[in-house]
């Protein structure tokens, strides 16, 4: 935006358009009906153009529409208003701690801005004027996961950065939400899962979704938010976002299908649930039923029991079992170490890498 000084006041240019059609302010005066003395504060730039001047303006200095002059002050008053406003009562110092606070380096990278502009781009991502509104702005976000090292700016951060995602990353929906039709896609769902190509997968469980009315971002988490996903609302539509905290196949589909139990189970379009890494003895009930559905959409309870009362823990039995259950074996896998059946460092090679989405 134009600063003040390089922005010409509304009067101004009226006055050139006085000189091109050979008029003075005093016919102009006569021709409008507006009294000298408000036409000279109007052409000094004293007065504010209103929406009746400007219609008066349209039938004198012909073909220039009201909208014309209109827009034109609009623009010139708000070209002042940011003039005017404080650029940062920061100091040097504060400006650095708040960098440091909100992770302006991981964002930004290597942009080559300043601070201070640094700083206006985090509170417009962060949807606030000032950054003493973040706690108030951001206090309903402040949950369990607060209480085992995890922050709350990098959370903020990252579910504005998800948002900025979601046009981009997804299809424009036409199609409103239905929890019945999500239902009857399950089947197809894991049958997605199930693909060799795990980051493939989850663009072809993000058209699914789309198809679906739901939205599906997929963005890294921020540094110290051990941030899993996250279920939200954007523009009517239910919108899931996850961070691939852990780059595998298996622990990408859990907390996709951990969100889709939320959205079963739990969706409220005016609220926003939150999934990190817990400790099982922090984990809400909500959580715990969303883990549960994950669970029991991959593998059969019945049968998983009976696999594990077998105790035989071998690539071939893995392989075979999962293979009963139409699922990635990094899903058994992942699931035997979770319940400290096996070691986390056991049959790792059955699971799958996954790459950062970029589509």
Not at 144 to 151: A, N, Q, R, T, V
Not at 252 to 266: D, S, T
Not at 292 to 303: N, S
Request: aromatic content about 10%; hydrophobic content about 35%; glycine content about 4%.
């Amino acid at each position: 935006m134009k600063s003040v000084q390089s922005t010409v006041p509304t009067g101004n240019v009226i006055k050139n358009y006085l000189d091109a059609y050979h008029l003075t302010q005093k016919e102009l005066s006569t021709r409008t009906g507006i009294s000298e003395k408000h036409l000279s504060h109007l052409l000094n730039g004293t007065s504010r153009l209103t929406e009746e001047v400007a219609l008066k303006l349209e039938k004198v200095l012909t073909p220039v529409p009201a909208s014309y002059w209109l827009q034109y002050e609009t623009k010139y008053r708000e070209a002042g208003a940011r003039e005017q406003e404080p650029v940062y009562s920061y100091s040097k110092q504060a400006l650095q701690e708040i960098a440091k606070r909100f992770h302006f380096k991981e964002v930004f990278g290597d942009l080559g801005w300043n601070l201070e502009k640094q700083a206006t781009e985090m509170l417009s991502l962060l949807q606030i004027s000032d950054f003493s509104q973040f706690e108030p702005t951001y206090a309903a976000l402040s949950v369990s996961f607060m209480e085992d090292g995890g922050s709350l700016e990098p959370i903020a951060i990252w579910l504005n950065l998800c948002r900025e995602e979601l046009e981009i990353q997804n299809e424009d929906l036409s199609l409103s939400y239905s929890a019945r039709k999500l239902e009857k896609t399950l089947n197809e769902l894991k049958h997605i899962a199930y693909e060799g190509n795990a980051s493939n997968s989850l663009l072809h469980a993000r058209k699914l979704l789309n198809a679906l009315g739901i939205y599906l971002v997929i963005y890294p988490a921020i540094s110290n938010s051990k941030v899993r996903g996250a279920l939200t609302t954007y523009k009517g539509n239910p919108a899931i976002y996850l961070s691939l905290r852990y780059k595998t196949h298996d622990h990408a589909w859990f907390a996709l299908m951990h969100e889709i139990g939320h959205l079963l189970l739990h969706y409220e379009s005016k609220r926003t649930i939150i999934s990190c890494e817990q400790d099982e003895a922090n984990t809400e009930s909500q959580e715990t039923e969303a883990n549960q559905f994950a669970e029991t959409f991959f593998l059969d309870t019945t049968a998983y029991e009976a696999f594990c009362n077998n105790k035989i823990f071998s690539h071939a039995e893995v392989r075979a079992f999962a293979e009963t259950q139409h699922v990635h074996p990094g899903i058994v896998v992942s699931r035997l170490q979770h319940e400290q059946i096996i070691s986390y460092s056991h049959l790792n090679t059955l699971k799958s890498k996954i790459t950062l989405i970029e589509a």
